[in-house]
């Protein structure tokens, strides 16, 4: 039984990551006459919108690498995301286990004093 149920949720997490990918359809264009991609980013809208206020102006760096495409980006950003969500509850398991501990620690010398 736990087999199996295991076995659902990972199938269930799997089509949660790959059916939003399969169901999005190309976009329409838009009021202005441009098709805008779907995975772009406010990095992106702040670079074009700079651009239209001011032409002239020179970024003061260059991006180290430049992903393929929007949606390669967007899944860096998701993993760079994954990756902080997982550290930060690592940290906050490793204090709570720590301050149980302590308790613990603490209540049996205590116990052994009195």
Not at 45 to 73: C, H, M, T, V
Request: hydrophobic share 45%; with cysteine; glycine share 10%.
């Amino acid at each position: 039984m736990k087999r199996t149920q295991n076995l659902l949720l990972v199938l269930g997490v799997i089509v949660l990551g790959i059916l939003p990918l399969w169901v999005v359809e190309k976009p329409a264009a838009g009021p202005d006459g441009k098709t805008s991609e779907i995975f772009t980013g406010a990095d992106d809208k702040a670079r074009n919108l700079i651009g239209e206020i001011r032409p002239d102006y020179e970024p003061w760096f260059q991006p180290l690498i430049e992903p393929a495409s929007g949606e390669i980006a967007s899944l860096l950003f998701a993993l760079q995301a994954a990756l902080g969500a997982g550290f930060i509850g690592y940290y906050l398991g490793v204090s709570r286990t720590r301050e149980k501990m302590r308790r613990e620690i603490e209540e049996k010398q205590c116990a052994a004093h009195h």
